[in-house]
T-cell receptor, first 113, second 117 residues
Framework: GNSVTQMEGPVTLSEEAFLTINCTYTATGYPSLFWYVQYPGEGLQLLLK?????DKGSNKGFEATYRKETTSFHLEKGSVQVSDSAVYFCALILIQGAQKLVFGQGTRLTINP | GAVVSQHPSRVICKSGTSVKIECRSLDFQATTMFWYRQFPKQSLMLMATSNEGSKATYEQGVEKDKFLINHASLTLSTLTVTSAHPEDSSFYIC?????????????FGEGSWLTVV
């Protein structure tokens, strides 16, 4: 089946630290990959996406590269800020079939000043 | 990116009453929308896929007579929680799929907090 596995949280870092949140997937087809961010009490916002192997999605200093050989889409940021504190969800959608998003369990990130 | 709006953002209703949540695509047409439920500190649970002009497709375990979904136009889907009970209190989020040349993307609404008292 199709699934997404994220690094377990919560993750706590100091401001300006380097961030990596691991995400791996299994898919029966060829998926598009996404990272969404959820700030407290709010809905989900699309952070970045990649639609084919070796694509790099980037936004607001965050990056993730679609690695087909390792079935991974790890989220990275070189220098985090307190405002990055949120829950981050990795997700995939298959190009074929029902095209429903499959989510990881979410990783709660807290950045301390 | 595309904009999806939900209304109301917060609602409190009495046990036994019904409450409707709207999900609108503001700058695009959405033939397909999705409704999720999220419990505190958990991931999103897909409840149903809402298809414009046809019946919604419900996920296993979701009561279709309790969670009524209507997708009467290309920009509006509604979720009605009927005969609400306190255990229906939750965060409900809708999303809409946008077709693009580089693949499909799903955008989410802001979410609606439902409290049943």
């Amino acid at each position: 089946g199709n699934s997404v596995t994220q690094m377990e949280g919560p993750v706590t870092l100091s401001e300006e630290a380097f961030l990596t949140i691991n995400c791996t997937y299994t898919a029966t087809g060829y998926p598009s990959l996404f990272w969404y961010v959820q700030y407290p009490g709010e809905g989900l916002q699309l952070l970045l996406k990649a639609t084919k192997a070796d694509d790099k999605g980037s936004n607001k200093g965050f990056e993730a590269t679609y690695r087909k050989e390792t079935t991974s889409f790890h989220l990275e940021k070189g220098s985090v800020q307190v405002s990055d504190s949120a829950v981050y969800f990795c997700a995939l959608i298959l190009i074929q079939g029902a095209q429903k998003l499959v989510f990881g369990q979410g990783t709660r990130l807290t950045i301390n000043p | 990116g595309a904009v999806v709006s939900q209304h109301p953002s917060r609602v409190i209703c009495k046990s036994g009453t019904s409450v409707k949540i709207e999900c609108r695509s503001l700058d695009f047409q959405a033939t397909t929308m999705f409704w999720y439920r999220q419990f505190p500190k958990q991931s999103l649970m897909l409840m149903a896929t809402s298809n414009e002009g046809s019946k919604a497709t419900y996920e296993q375990g979701v009561e279709k007579d309790k969670f009524l979904i209507n997708h009467a136009s290309l920009t509006l889907s509604t979720l009605t929680v009927t005969s609400a009970h306190p255990e229906d209190s939750s965060f409900y989020i809708c999303s809409a799929r946008v077709f693009g040349s580089s693949g499909n993307t799903i955008y989410f609404g802001e979410g609606s907090w439902l409290t049943v008292v």
